[in-house]
Structure formats: structure tokens, C-alpha cells
């Protein structure tokens, strides 16, 4: 009996609760557009002056402008032109082409009405004149399932095998149950991790794909499957709930933006502080590297990945004029910043070298190691390899990561992981920085 009333009060107050403005909070109102502008313009210059430089279109870029609601048609049109170019010549040439990367080739062609089955492929051997971009992630995708069922480790990680089911399900090609599986295993059993940490960003990524496949999978075809999708999902979404924060973020602030897409597909829940703390973050400048705009964007908007089928590709409705970004506000310390950094290698514990470093305020880590290696080259040289996050680091002292061994040089500020990469992070007065070789 006492449930029932429970029950009954707690309907009551849930319908009451739809009515308060505050829990409908989840995407911007029309006052706070300008927000949303000001990330779709970090994204469009960058691209452009990628583009003036001959560097290739980055696809989650294209994927966030395709799902906003106001577009820059020439930006679009010209990403999508050198994103086909440059799937064929990687093709051609055999350059690298990780299977997520495939993946947000294919996601970002089809939200632009592009068939990636398709692709203009004018030079290509064999006399083909086209590239079929499907069949290519689908052998990319092969290839991920053998490494782990014969190494137990993916090629790249799980957050690309999600992105690979998730842009084959949206091309409505199927996915082997076998593929699927692997993906519900690894979430069951710490593949999701990072070192001590929880990818909030991999299980979102999977909570995608595994909701496009539980829409396509007839339940009466193959209902074991059906049910292991929806038990998996259900797990997924309890873990991403878990590591939301006092504030409203899930994970960090970089993973928050597709957790929130997650969750708006898969469950209902209270956005309302989440998207809150989220905005306060865009307007506070966490957001000016264009990939991270790129990832946060659609969540301000409510929109999520699995619509990027059902865009209109004729009505545009253009981006207002680029607003002049407000100068960047000045930095609370001047003059010179003294950081101290450690270089450690926590494998095998070989070496630990540190050193003091000065560098003007406003410094980026990044700065702060090319001084270390001006003044110790044999201890702190390091190399960088570009993505589309910036650089990351390869190797210091010659000590490199490696996918196979599942090891990286990982940045931490005294005992805390930093979420931001070397380029972007920026250092302030007597921090202790870490540079530690890790597993992950
Ligand atoms: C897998 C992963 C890793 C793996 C990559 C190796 C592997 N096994 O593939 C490992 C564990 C090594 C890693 C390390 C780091 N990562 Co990481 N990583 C990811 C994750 C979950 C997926 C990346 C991916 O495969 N994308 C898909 C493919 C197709 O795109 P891609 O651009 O080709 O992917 C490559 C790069 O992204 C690169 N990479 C991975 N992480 C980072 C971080 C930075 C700053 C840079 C420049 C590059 C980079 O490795 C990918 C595989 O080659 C993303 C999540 C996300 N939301 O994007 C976080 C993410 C990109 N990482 C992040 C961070 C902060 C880091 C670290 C700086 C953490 C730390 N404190 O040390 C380090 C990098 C330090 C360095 N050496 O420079 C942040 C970046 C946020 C930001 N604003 O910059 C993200 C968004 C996670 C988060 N929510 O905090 N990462």
C-alpha cells in the first residue's frame, strides 16, 4: 500500500517537475545561440586555414557543422570534396587510416547526402572509379575483431571498434552478432579503461552504437542478441550516470558533450545541470581547440550522432556574420613562471630526471618541455606525432608508446591526470608536472 502511494506521488511530482523551466534546460535558448555560433566559427576557421594549408578536413568537424542548425554551405561543400580526395589517395599512397578514422570519413560523407559506397575516385588502380568506403570499414572493422580475438587488445582501441559499428549500423550494413559481442564483452570487462580511469567517452561512443544496432536488430530474427543489446545498454548507461560529478559533468568536461548524447538516446535523465555546467565552460573558453568544439557542439543543440541520416542537405540556413571574438581576457599572472617537471619512467622504473623550467606566463606545456630539451636534450628531447587534437606526444628520452604494449607518456599535474593534451595546457606558477611512462 505504501508503495503505491510512492508510486503515485512520485508520478505526480514528475509531471509537476516537466512543467519547471529549469529540467527543460537541455539545449541553448535563443539568447544563448550565440555560444553555439562562436564554436561553429572556431571550427569553420580552422578548417579553412587547414584548407589554405593543404592539410586534410578533420570528419568529426564536418559531422558537428553537418548536425548544427546553421551552416557555412562553402565550408561544407569544400570539406566534403577533400575528405573523398583524401580518403583515395590514403588508399592510394597505403597511408594510415585507422579504422575510427574510416568510420568518421564514412559518418561525416553521409551527413552531407555523400553515398560512401561511392566515393569519386578518378585515379584509382584497377581502372575503379569509384572508392566503396563501406567495404573498406567493414574490412577495417574485420580486422579489429581478429587482433582481439587472437590478442585480446584491439588494433587501435575500443572507442574506435564503437565508432565502426556505429557508422556501419547507420549506412544500414550489418554487423556480425560476433563483432557486437566483443564490443559488450570488453564494456563488461574493464576494455573501457584507461589506466585507473573509466572512458566516459568509450562507453558514450558504444551507447551509440549499440542503440543504432538495437533499433536495426529484429527482435523476433534473433532475440538472444536483442536482449544482450538492451542488458548492455542498460549497464552502460548505470556506469556513465556513476561518473557524473557534483557539477553536472560526466567524466570531464571533454567527455561530458557525448555522454549527453548518450544519455538523450538511451535513458532519461536531469540534463538540466549538466548542460548548465557545460555552457559556463564554452563561454569560459574550455572549448577553443576546434576538435573539442567539435565533440560538445551537437549536445548543445540536443542533437546526437545517430540523426546525422536524416539531415536536410538543401535548406541551409547560413551562420550569422562571424562575430569578432572578444580579445582573450589577460592572464592573471605576468611575467615569468617557474614549473617544475619530472620526466619518470614508471614501467620500468629506469630513470627520473627533473628539472626546473622558466617560461613567460601564458606558456603552454608544450613550451615548457622544448625549453627542458633546450637546456637537456638527453634527458627531456621528445617527439610529437599531429592528430586531431593536437600533437601528441610519442617518445621522451627516446622511450616510446606503444598500441601493442598498451603504453603512453602520461601528463599529470602533481598526482592528477591532466585532460588536456601539451599544446593546450597551460601551466600555472609552481605546478609540478609529471610526465610518467604508463600503461593504460
Ligand atoms: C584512446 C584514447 C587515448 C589513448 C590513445 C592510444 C590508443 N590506444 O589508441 C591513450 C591512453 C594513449 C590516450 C592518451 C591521452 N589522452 Co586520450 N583519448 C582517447 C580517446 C578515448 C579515443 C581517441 C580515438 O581513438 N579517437 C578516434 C580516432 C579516429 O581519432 P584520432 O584523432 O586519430 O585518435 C588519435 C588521437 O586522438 C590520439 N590521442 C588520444 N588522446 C589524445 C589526447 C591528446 C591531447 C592528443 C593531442 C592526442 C590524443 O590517439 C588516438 C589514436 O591514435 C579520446 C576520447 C575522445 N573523446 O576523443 C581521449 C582524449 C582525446 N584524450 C584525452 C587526453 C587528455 C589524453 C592525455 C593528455 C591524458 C593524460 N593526462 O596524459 C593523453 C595524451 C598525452 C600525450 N602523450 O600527449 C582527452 C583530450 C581532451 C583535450 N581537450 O585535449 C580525451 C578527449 C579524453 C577526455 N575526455 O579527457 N588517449
Not at 561544407?76 to 599512397?93: F, I, T, Y
Not at 568544439?293 to 541551409?316: H, I
Not at 582573450?328 to 630513470?351: M, S
Request: hydrophobic letters at 40%; charged letters at 15%.
Amino acid at each position: 500500500m505504501a508503495v503505491g502511494y510512492v508510486s503515485v506521488a512520485l508520478a505526480v511530482l514528475l509531471q509537476f517537475s516537466a512543467w519547471l523551466p529549469v529540467s527543460l534546460q537541455c539545449s541553448v535558448s535563443e539568447n544563448q545561440t550565440g555560444q553555439v555560433i562562436r564554436l561553429l566559427n572556431i571550427m569553420v576557421q580552422s578548417e579553412n586555414s587547414s584548407a589554405a594549408n593543404g592539410f586534410a578536413p578533420n570528419p568529426s568537424i564536418l559531422l558537428a557543422l553537418r548536425l548544427a542548425s546553421y551552416h557555412d554551405n562553402a565550408t561544407e561543400r569544400g570539406m566534403l570534396g577533400r575528405l573523398q580526395a583524401d580518403a583515395v589517395n590514403r588508399v592510394q599512397k597505403g597511408l594510415t587510416f585507422s579504422s575510427g578514422t574510416v568510420a568518421l570519413y564514412c559518418m561525416a560523407m553521409q551527413a552531407c547526402c555523400a553515398d560512401p559506397s561511392l566515393t569519386p575516385a578518378p585515379g584509382l588502380k584497377g581502372g575503379k572509379k569509384v572508392l566503396d568506403m563501406i567495404k573498406l570499414l567493414e574490412r577495417k572493422l574485420k580486422g579489429e575483431i581478429e587482433n582481439i580475438d587472437s590478442k585480446h587488445v584491439p588494433l587501435t582501441n575500443y572507442y574506435q571498434v564503437g565508432l565502426d559499428i556505429l557508422a556501419l549500423c547507420m549506412m544500414g550494413k550489418p554487423v556480425t552478432s560476433h563483432s557486437v559481442q566483443r564490443l559488450i564483452a570488453a564494456s563488461d570487462n574493464g576494455g573501457f579503461s584507461q589506466g585507473k580511469s573509466y572512458s566516459v567517452d568509450t562507453a558514450s561512443i558504444a551507447v551509440l552504437a549499440l542503440t543504432c544496432m538495437r533499433r536495426s536488430v529484429k527482435p523476433h530474427v534473433s532475440v538472444i542478441l536483442s536482449l544482450k543489446i538492451q542488458n548492455a545498454l542498460n549497464r552502460l548507461i548505470k556506469n556513465i550516470l556513476q561518473e557524473t560529478k557534483s557539477d553536472g559533468l560526466i567524466g570531464n568536461i571533454y567527455s561530458t558533450g557525448l555522454a549527453m548524447q548518450a544519455l538523450s538516446v538511451a535513458s532519461t535523465y536531469n540534463c538540466s545541470s549538466t548542460f548548465q555546467t557545460v555552457l559556463e565552460h564554452v563561454v569560459s573558453g574550455s572549448f577553443e581547440n576546434p576538435m573539442a568544439a567539435s565533440q560538445v557542439t551537437p549536445s548543445l543543440e540536443n542533437r546526437n550522432y545517430l540523426e546525422l541520416n536524416k539531415l536536410d542537405c538543401k535548406e541551409f540556413k547560413k551562420i550569422p556574420a562571424v562575430l569578432p571574438l572578444p580579445p582573450a581576457p589577460p592572464t592573471a599572472q605576468q611575467g615569468v613562471l617557474t614549473i617544475h617537471y619530472t620526466v619518470e619512467d614508471g614501467i620500468h622504473n629506469i630513470f627520473k630526471d627533473h628539472i626546473d623550467v622558466k617560461v613567460p606566463a601564458g606558456s603552454s606545456l608544450l613550451r615548457v618541455m622544448e625549453e627542458a630539451a633546450k637546456i637537456s636534450p638527453a634527458k627531456f628531447s621528445f617527439t610529437v606525432v599531429q592528430s586531431s587534437w593536437g600533437p601528441f606526444v610519442s617518445s621522451i628520452q627516446g622511450l616510446a608508446g606503444n598500441t601493442n604494449d598498451q603504453t603512453y607518456w602520461q601528463f599529470l599535474s602533481g598526482s592528477t591526470a591532466l585532460d588536456q593534451g601539451v599544446a593546450d595546457y597551460k601551466p600555472h606558477d609552481g605546478e609540478i608536472i609529471v610526465a610518467k611512462f604508463s600503461k593504460y
